[in-house]
């Protein structure tokens, strides 16, 4: 007797790999120098995530984790529903963008997470958020 629970693993593993592989996930970053004091440790970024559905299904993001890294190797996890009070949905071939921003007490730093999204049909799955850098302009590092 088998276990179909097994031998429907890598199947649904691939299915997973699939779904996250069709979400293009792109960052574009901006220090902000009127909003930071260097001098009171408080270095302000800006960041524009473009999320671009490349798949065959709806998908909708649903919630997101963010581990941010500053220049001390300080790990600062930041964990919540949707992204700026919104939980969009994303057709095939569409994008969806927004911008936000994180302070550093370090003028560098490094962001990367996920974002938890589901399917019409109700299916989770997880698009990493790639690593990007939070850095003055200029900076050398």
Known sequence: MTDDRITDLPQ?????????????????TQYLAAQSSPDSAQYAFAYTVHITNNGEQDVQLVARRWLIVDDNDEV???????????????SPGQSF???SGAMLPTPFGTMRGDYE???????????????FLLCLPDSVH
Not at 12 to 28: E, N, P, W, Y
């Open 12 to 28: 649904t593993r691939d299915a997973t790999a699939a779904l996250r592989s069709s979400i293009d996930i792109k960052v574009i």
């Open 117 to 131: 999204m589901v399917t019409k049909g109700g299916e989770r799955f997880l698009a990493d958020i790639p690593p």
């Open 76 to 90: 600062q996890e930041v964990a919540g529903e949707g992204v700026i009070g919104q939980k969009p949905h994303i």
């Open 97 to 99: 963008h927004y911008t």
